[in-house]
């Protein structure tokens, strides 16, 4: 497995593998979760990413059981807080205040039958709380010892600029893909001036890049403004050209995105969220795929930078809303 470039300095000496497992759907089927991480570790992946709400914390456990025949130094684990989730299961808000933090991470370290998290962040900033606040708050954290770096998720470049200045920031955890490229023109050069990591999430589009049941999926996805349903339709329109360039190549469609992502450049992690072993072990093939100019080229082509605004996630609302949605 190859590392990430450069980083090791802003995560306590720690090589981060380019592709990440997330953890997020491994709820389901428990032992399933804990035979893919085993897979993951085995094939070279060290980042763990979850939440201390994904699926209530029932992901945290997933990784204290999957842990407990291998040596706790030798993975990174990332943990987000501050998601809202009420009893039936849907996301209601974000609570990023910084009086909770501590209360947040304690019960993490208690889910996850460990002293420290390698990385802590919040999930949203709530632009009613001062970034600096929140941040620092996660720094007295790392100052005693209960979390090792500091990380950020879906930011904007003025937001990550603000909270490294309170304490170096390790790693932003982003939506990313061949078909969502925002990031390029504010927040990863951003991230690249200070010397910021990127971990890209949704590489495959929530399953809709090289997935089963596309369409399906697809019309799941009724939160979505018609805007957005309508742009991810049309950056799908070119998936039978993307096959084709992938089966030149002998991989799946799937191993394409993810080595897309990877060609951006070495100071970015894929984070897949394989829930099975087979996909884990498909999704690592795509470390070893070389995409040449060639192709990128094409690929651009077929999807360009000015088209690639498709996200599956729906809007925050964080500014009209505050803490709650």
Same mark, same amino acid.
């Given at each position: ?152 998720? #879906? ?37 690249? #001036? ?32 018609? #805007? ?71 690929? #651009? ?25």
């Amino acid at each position: 497995m190859k590392y990430l470039k450069d980083l090791s300095t802003k995560t306590n000496g720690f090589n981060l593998s380019r592709i990440g497992s997330g953890t997020m759907r491994m709820a389901a089927d428990q032992q399933a979760g804990i035979d893919t991480i085993h897979a993951a570790l085995d094939g070279g992946i060290n980042f763990l990413n979850t939440a201390d709400f994904y699926a209530n914390g029932v992901s945290e456990m997933i990784i204290k059981e999957a842990l407990k025949s291998r040596k706790r130094e030798d993975v990174f684990i990332s943990v987000k807080f501050g998601g809202l989730i009420s009893p039936d299961g849907r996301f209601y808000g974000v609570d990023s205040r910084p009086e909770h933090v501590k209360s947040f991470l304690s019960y993490t370290l208690k889910r996850l039958g460990t002293d420290y998290v390698d990385l802590y962040q919040p999930c949203r900033i709530d632009p009613h709380i001062p970034v600096e606040d929140t941040i620092g708050a996660v720094a007295d954290m790392v100052k005693a010892g209960y979390a090792k770096s500091i990380g950020i998720s #879906e930011v904007d470049g003025a937001t990550l600029r603000k909270a490294n200045a309170v304490h170096p920031i390790s790693l932003v955890e982003v939506r990313y893909s061949l078909m969502d490229r925002h990031i390029e023109d504010d927040l990863l050069p951003t991230a690249r #001036e200070l010397g910021v990591g990127v971990v890209a999430f949704g590489v495959l589009l929530a399953g809709l890049i090289g997935g089963s049941a596309q369409q399906q999926k697809l019309s799941a996805m009724k939160h979505l403004p018609s #805007e957005s349903l309508s742009n991810i339709s049309n950056n799908l329109s070119a998936t039978d050209a993307l096959e084709e360039i992938a089966r030149e190549k002998g991989i799946t469609l799937s191993q394409l995105a993810i080595a897309w992502v990877l060609a951006q450049g070495e100071d970015i992690i894929a984070l897949v969220g394989s829930r099975t072993v087979a996909q884990i072990n498909d999704s690592l093939k795509a470390i070893d795929v070389m995409l040449t100019k060639d192709d990128l080229n094409r690929m #651009e082509q077929l999807i360009p930078k000015a088209h690639a605004n498709s996200s599956y996630m729906m809007d925050l609302n964080l500014d009209k809303n505050g803490l709650f949605i």
